[in-house]
């Protein structure tokens, strides 16, 4: 079974494709620069080179269009032709009321489009995503994979807001939550390596990228989470503010004569790392750099960015009474050693002690990891997250009748000999350069130690 899955933004459509049957990627690619010129598709596949070539995009369509002749190319592609494709999926930021996976029809859509000034950012692009695909594939099923669904087991003493009960009634204002099929993923996979079932386990997920969140997961369901209606609740992010005073809004909006368009503008895209940096840097790479410099506005963002992160972990810690693990994902959380070190310094007296030698270790998207010091009470892991798989196996219940939510559905990476074999390959080679991968790298089977020890 061949899953095409798809991740449509405002001006890219990153794609892989997933052989259920071989539980293995065959490839992942994206089109970037979708309406502007000098547009351009490229594409990795294990073994092969990267693959890239430039094409004009007007819209989706013919983004998706390129994606299935790179898809079919005798050349470049994976498949013989569109017509193996048992399904799409779509990835949702904003799923709304929907609490898992669903099978796309018209009122879905509608659905979509309702909420979609809920995720601006987002939304919108997912459904011209979906309308390009189906119109391009249209004897094919194609499934909405929502971001949101893991966070619905929030109690209502976590997503309810402090405003008029009406808001929450009539137009379904309350807290969302985002990032839910990475942390679905990744605190799954902490309950591995703790060797523990997932019901057992305790953890605080942060996802921390160009979008950031920390979500606390209790016996593997969510208790809270940090972001809210919006994306723009909670951490400092690339561009968003995170956590604020309303009044704020208010104020600056009579003193400079703003619309609320243009404060919304603000908040979404100029704020965050951003504006903390003087308008200069969205990505916290860039931010490093600046910081590793002695750029002092640099070393201001990535301050206020750790000590958000590390305010929620006391507040989740606190909320979930014992904390088995704390896990970190997403390209910052797996990346970058010094923002783990900075979030995690201080904590040791709750139980939270970090081994600095695995921590600077720990610089791989391809390996799990794990940096806490052997006396440490909560176990401290970097776990390269994979929101694909969640989404393909929701994909493939669905086909054959047989998802539910997660609560009462497992997953195969929830096995101890689970293995992504694409990761596994890469990380091989990654370790060829950079040996000292293998001091914070945990849970490498037998087969994949030997071949290390080549």
């Known amino acids: 079974m061949i899953i095409l899955f798809l991740n449509c933004g405002s001006s890219s459509v990153k794609y892989s494709v997933y052989d259920w049957d071989q539980k293995k990627s065959l490839c992942a690619g994206a089109v970037e620069r979708i309406g502007i010129d000098g547009s351009f598709i490229s594409q990795d596949r294990n073994g092969y080179p ?30 013989e032709n569109v017509n193996v494709i048992s399904a799409v999926g779509h990835r949702i930021v904003h799923g709304g009321k929907f609490a898992k996976s669903v099978i796309v029809d018209d009122s879905v859509v509608a659905e979509l489009k309702n909420i979609s000034d809920l995720a601006p950012l987002h939304n919108p692009a997912h459904i ?24 619905q087991t929030m109690p209502a003493s976590s997503y309810m807001y402090a405003l008029p009960r009406k808001w929450y009634t009539d137009y379904q204002i309350r807290r969302y939550g985002f990032h839910g099929s990475s942390v679905l993923y990744t605190s799954r996979r902490a309950a591995v ?47 968003r503010s995170g ?6 809004c208010f104020h600056m909006m009579k003193k400079l004569n703003m619309s609320p368009d243009e404060m919304y503008t603000i908040l979404n895209k100029k704020s965050g790392m951003y504006a903390l940096t003087g308008d200069r840097f969205a990505d916290q ?26 305010k929620y972990i006391g507040a989740y810690m606190a909320a979930l009474g014992r904390l088995d693990s704390i ?11 010094n923002i783990r070190e900075m979030i995690l310094k201080g904590l040791e007296t709750f139980g939270i002690i970090l081994d600095e030698e695995r921590n600077n270790a720990a610089d791989t998207n391809k390996a799990e990891c794990r940096i806490s010091a052997d006396n440490s ?17 929701d994909i493939v ?6 998802y539910d939510v997660y609560t009462k559905f497992r997953y195969i990476f929830q096995e101890k000999d689970y293995r992504n074999k694409l990761r596994d390959a890469a990380f091989i080679e990654e370790v060829k350069k950079r040996p000292f991968l293998l001091k914070a790298a945990v849970n490498l089977p037998e087969q994949l130690k030997q071949e290390l020890n080549k």
């Open 285 to 310: 790479r860039d931010v490093r750099k600046g910081a590793a410099n002695g750029d002092e506005l640099c070393k201001l963002a990535l301050d206020v960015e750790s000590y958000r992160v590390k």
């Open 128 to 151: 011209m995503g979906i309308e390009a695909a189906r119109a391009l594939m249209p004897n094919v099923t194609h499934v909405c994979v929502m971001d949101t669904a893991f966070h």
């Open 397 to 402: 219940a669905l086909l054959a009748g047989t």
């Open 327 to 337: 896990v970190f994902t997403a390209g910052v959380g797996e990346r970058a050693t």
């Open 50 to 79: 990267s693959f890239e070539l430039k094409r004009n995009c007007k819209d989706h369509k013919d983004a998706i269009n390129l994606v299935i002749e790179t898809l079919t190319d005798k050349e470049h592609g994976v498949i």
């Open 377 to 393: 009470p909560v176990k401290i892991f970097v776990i390269p997250t994979d929101e694909e798989i969640v989404g393909v196996q």
């Open 243 to 248: 956590d604020m005073d309303p009044s704020i």
């Open 193 to 239: 390596l703790l060797g523990k079932n997932v019901d057992e386990v305790n953890t605080i997920v942060c996802h921390i990228g160009a979008g950031a969140s920390v979500t606390a997961v209790k016996n593997g369901q969510c208790l809270d989470t940090s972001m809210g209606l919006t994306p723009l609740e909670g951490l400092v992010m690339g561009t």
